[in-house]
């Protein structure tokens, strides 16, 4: 029971993003999935003629985007919920935020150097 500790007033808004990439993903991981079996069937030059075509490299980086905030959300209300220490639990939250920053950003920058690339 949480007497008189009042409202945390983020968790609507955690709520409704964390529904709203889930909403995204729904539509981008079965396209992504079959995709990538259909870019596998063939060799590498196949595999990057394909992610260098503008609507797949658009919705690569869709789907990083929106998996990746999607797991920050995620591992943000594990890390609130079960992380008892302010201190662990404030460098865990930053940690967080910046490995799917990284990770994204990886992935975008990967796949833009294949699409830009392409056109040389």
Request: proline share 2%; charged share 10%; net charge positive.
């Amino acid at each position: 029971m949480a007497r008189g500790l009042g409202s945390a007033k983020s968790g609507t808004e955690t709520h409704i993003r964390q529904r709203v990439s889930a909403i995204a993903l729904i539509f981008l991981v079965p396209w992504f999935v079959y995709s990538i079996i259909n870019a596998m069937s063939g060799n590498i030059v196949d595999a990057q003629a394909w992610a260098a075509k503008p609507w797949n490299a658009i919705l690569l980086i869709l789907t990083a985007g929106a998996a990746f905030f999607h797991m920050r959300i995620g591992m943000q209300v594990v890390i609130e919920d079960y992380i008892a220490k302010t201190g662990t639990k404030s460098a865990l939250l930053i940690l967080n935020s910046f490995a799917c920053i990284a990770l994204f950003v990886t992935v975008a920058l990967s796949v833009l150097k294949i699409w830009i690339g392409a056109g040389v």
